[in-house]
């Protein structure tokens, strides 16, 4: 690395230093991000210890360290509210069953200035909404062991319009924010409430309000 790189690093890690929120909490579990500019923003927010994929790559030796991770210390997967995100989640959701998933909406994931490619990432993510995410995911993966049985099935999430045509699509999206699960099509919905032991109770919660605020 050249004198300049260096110092140019430095400069971006003292400002990252200062801007660190001054209560920031441990989280026991190990979290899944995309890259080493999602580590670094994180550490702003919480003192964790994270897994990288490596973008949207994930290969072997990535999901064996996720797997031991889970094992030892439980995990949380925190990707970008994009279609690589989303991916990422799934594939390790099917991997590593028991994971817990974590998600910031892409409001909380779009810059507020300096990105005119308009990019979604937990780097850009609010301080807090970072830490508020963690500490809510941190205590269900404590609980990951003793989830009950989920008693969603699909004729369920049909009933609820979150299948389908019409605006199932916006409905999952809305869901998907509420138990901070991600965006995901139906069959990935259904797959991800099973697999984390969501009850039924807790999706009709989630949809409380609903898209024009009508929904009991």
Not at 143 to 170: H, M, T
């Amino acid at each position: 690395m050249t004198e300049h790189l260096q110092k140019n690093r430095q400069m971006k890690n003292q400002k990252t230093a200062l801007a660190a929120l001054p209560d920031r909490p441990s989280i026991a579990a190990v979290v899944v991000v995309e890259g080493w500019s999602d580590s670094q923003r994180l550490a702003l927010a919480v003192d964790c210890d994270t897994i990288e994929t490596g973008g949207s790559a994930l290969d072997a030796r990535v999901l064996e360290r996720i797997a031991i991770a889970k094992e030892r210390r439980g995990v949380i997967v925190l990707t970008d509210p994009d279609f690589n995100g989303n991916r990422l989640r799934q594939l390790i959701l099917a991997a590593v069953p028991g994971v817990t998933l974590a998600s910031i909406t892409r409001d909380q994931g779009r810059a507020a200035k300096d990105n005119p490619h308009k990019s979604l990432g937990i780097e850009h993510a609010p301080l807090a909404d970072l830490q508020a995410v963690l500490l809510k995911a941190d205590r269900e993966a404590a609980r990951a062991d003793k989830r009950p049985k989920s008693d969603i099935d699909r004729d369920f999430l049909l009933d609820l319009g979150l299948l389908g045509a019409g605006s199932a699509k916006e409905r999952r999206r809305l869901l998907g924010d509420r138990l901070a699960i991600g965006y995901a099509n139906g069959k990935q919905l259904l797959n991800r409430l099973t697999a984390m032991g969501f009850q039924k109770n807790d999706v009709l919660n989630g949809l409380k309000g609903g898209l024009d605020g009508q929904d009991n």
